[in-house]
C-alpha cells in the first residue's frame, strides 16, 4: 500500500487533539488502500500536548512524535515534518481543524491522477475578525505583484504533496522561510481546491498581529527585492522635486528679485527627506539582517526526543 504521512505542527493544542485524532481516526479508516502515519510536531508545547499525544500514540500505532527542544515557530516546525515523513505523499495539516481533514480524499484522488501538490484554497474564513480578513486580502494583493513568484492568494499550509514536492523542500534550508512561497519556488504539478474554512475546534488563535506581520515581512522579503526598488524610486523623486524647487528659487529670486523664505516650509523639507532616509534604511537593513542570519548557517532545529520504537497494546504492531 502507498504510504501517506499527515503532518502536523503543534503548539498548545491539548485542547483540540481529541478532536483532530477523531475525525482523522474516522476517515482515514475508510480509505483502506493506503497505510497512514500521524506525525505530530510538537513545537515547544507549554500545556499538555506532548502528554495527549503519547496517549494517543499508545491507542494507535499510526501515532509518531517529533518533540522540538523548544518553540521555533510553525514555519520551522513543518520543515522538522518534512525531514522526518517518510512517505509517498505527505499531507500537511494543523491542529486546530479550521481545514476539513474530510478534504483528504479528494486530495488523494487528484494526486492518483497525477498531481504533485493539490493545495487547498479558502472561499470564506469564519471566525476572524473582519479586520484580519481584510488585511489579508490586502497582503495577498500586495505580495502577489511585488513577488516574482505565483503565489496563490488565500492558500494557507493544508495541501498533499507528493515525495518530489517534499524532497524538493527539505534542500532548501534557509532559516528566515516563508513556506507559502517555497510551495510555488520548487514547482510541479499543482491543483486547487476550494473549501470554506470552519472556526477553531477549541483553544485559542497562537498567531496574533505581531507574528502575522513578521511573516508578512518574511514573505515580501524572501520573494522580492521591490521594496528596495520602491526606496531607490522614491529617492530619485525626491531628488529631482528638490532640485526643481531649487531651479525655482533660483530664478524667482534672480529675475524677480524676490528673497527666499519660509522657514518653515525648509524644516518640513529636511524632515520628509530624513523620513524617507530612514525608511529607506530600515528596508535595506531588513536584508542585511536576513543575509546575516543565513551566513551563521546554524542549524534549523534540535529534537528533544522523538518516536524510535514503541510496543503497543497489539504487541504485533511497531513502528520505528
Known amino acids: 500500500m502507498k504510504q501517506i504521512c499527515i503532518s502536523i505542527p503543534t503548539y498548545n493544542e491539548q485542547e483540540a487533539l481529541p478532536y483532530l485524532y477523531e475525525r482523522l ?9 493506503y497505510a497512514f502515519t500521524f506525525l505530530f510536531v510538537n513545537d515547544g508545547s507549554t500545556d499538555d500536548t506532548l502528554a495527549t499525544i503519547k496517549k494517543l500514540q499508545q ?4 501515532v509518531r512524535f517529533v518533540n522540538l527542544s523548544r ?18 505523499a505527505t499531507i500537511l495539516l494543523d491542529a486546530d481543524l479550521q481545514d476539513p ?12 491522477s497525477g498531481y504533485e501538490d493539490v493545495y487547498a484554497k479558502r472561499i470564506s474564513r469564519k ?3 473582519w479586520f484580519k480578513k481584510w ?11 511585488m513577488a516574482t513568484i505565483d503565489i496563490p492568494k488565500d492558500t494557507g499550509d ?11 523542500l527539505k534542500e532548501i534550508r534557509e532559516s528566515q522561510r516563508y513556506t507559502k512561497g517555497l510551495f510555488s519556488f520548487v514547482g510541479f504539478k499543482k491543483k486547487e481546491i476550494l473549501f470554506e474554512r470552519d472556526a477553531r475546534v477549541a483553544g485559542s488563535t497562537k498567531w496574533n498581529y505581531k507574528k502575522l506581520f513578521q511573516l508578512a515581512i518574511d514573505g515580501i522579503t524572501s520573494f522580492s527585492v521591490a521594496p528596495l526598488r520602491l526606496a531607490s524610486i522614491a529617492g530619485a523623486s525626491i531628488l529631482i522635486i528638490t532640485i526643481l524647487t531649487l531651479l525655482f528659487i533660483f530664478i524667482e529670486s534672480i529675475f524677480l528679485g524676490r528673497a527666499p523664505t519660509g522657514t518653515m516650509g525648509i524644516i518640513t523639507v529636511i524632515l520628509f527627506l530624513g523620513g524617507v532616509q530612514l525608511i529607506s534604511i530600515g528596508l535595506l537593513g531588513e536584508y542585511i539582517g536576513r543575509i546575516f542570519m ?5 542549524p534549523l532545529y534540535f529534537v528533544e526526543s522523538h518516536t524510535e520504537q514503541v510496543v503497543y497494546q497489539d504487541k504485533s504492531r511497531k513502528i520505528g
Request: one cysteine or more; a negative charge; aromatic letters at 10%.
Open 25 to 33: 481516526n474516522r476517515i482515514t479508516n475508510q480509505l483502506t488502500n
Open 59 to 62: 491507542q494507535d500505532y499510526r
Open 71 to 88: 518553540n521555533y515557530g510553525k514555519e520551522i516546525a513543518m520543515i522538522a515534518g518534512f525531514d522526518h515523513a517518510c512517505a509517498d
Open 101 to 112: 481533514p474530510e478534504i483528504i480524499v479528494q486530495m488523494l484522488e487528484y494526486w492518483e
Open 127 to 129: 471566525g476572524e475578525t
Open 135 to 145: 488585511s489579508s486580502k490586502k497582503y495577498y494583493e500586495v505580495l502577489q505583484k
Open 158 to 168: 493544508f495541501r498533499l504533496l507528493d515525495r518530489k514536492c517534499v524532497e524538493a
Open 294 to 298: 543565513e551566513t551563521k548557517n546554524r
